[in-house]
């Protein structure tokens, strides 16, 4: 199987890099459209700003490569923002795969959202075998809201989109890689994805 990582300009592209290779995968990192558009599965990491990251993927039309793909796409973290409509940070159109608005969240609380968090109301695929009571990790100042494209949910501060799906594109705002067991589970079902 060919798992392919998006190369851009935004962080933890090494540390899923890892958790692939402890499923006995080893992807490959690229920003070439070809090697991404021939890829089995594409994977869209991110630690980052949205504006700057936009930038790069504009630079390299990878903004206009991503939404075409046919293939099982997962987004993480700055990945799920990215594949939103627009984003409040830099005031960052997105690439609109999923027509959700980014918001940064309000300051009631420690901003950003910073570590461990149960994942709720899970539906589909991505989450087959799943304990209801999983927790996942997320670094976070930034929200996806609740839209009919929410396939779970987190709460801090307020209820918004853990994980989003359309068609054959996913997105987990949590860091599945590293989430430990539940986010290794995460990861094996969607590489089993069709």
């Known amino acids: ?17 890892y958790a692939l290779q402890r499923l006995g995968i080893e992807p490959c990192i690229s920003d070439e459209l ?3 558009r021939s890829a089995d599965k594409v994977i869209f990491p991110g630690v980052g700003e949205a504006g700057t990251a ?3 993927l504009e630079e390299r039309n990878l903004d206009q490569l991503i939404p075409t793909l046919r293939q099982p ?3 993480v973290c700055l990945g799920l923002q990215l594949m939103c409509s627009h984003s409040e940070e830099s005031n960052t159109p997105c690439l609109g795969i999923f027509d959700v608005e980014v918001k940064r969240f309000p300051p009631r609380e420690k ?5 461990w968090n149960r994942i709720e109301q899970v539906k589909g ?3 087959d075998e799943l304990s209801q009571e999983a927790y996942l990790y997320y670094v976070h100042s930034y929200y996806a809201e609740l839209s009919p494209y929410t396939i779970a949910q ?5 209820p ?18 590293k989430s430990g067991k539940d986010g290794e589970k995460i990861l094996e079902n969607f590489l089993r994805l069709k």
């Not at 987190?154 to 307020?158: H, K, N, P, Q, R």
């Open 1 to 17: 199987m060919k798992v392919a990582i998006v190369k851009y300009n935004a962080g933890n592209i090494r540390s899923v890099t």
């Open 34 to 36: 070809e090697t991404l």
């Open 54 to 56: 936009m930038a790069y």
């Open 73 to 75: 796409v997962l987004g």
């Open 111 to 115: 901003v950003p959202h910073m570590g």
């Open 125 to 127: 695929p991505l989450f």
């Open 154 to 158: 987190t709460d801090y501060i307020l």
């Open 160 to 177: 918004y989109s853990a994980a989003l799906q359309k068609n054959n594109f996913f997105a987990l705002q949590a860091h599945p890689e």
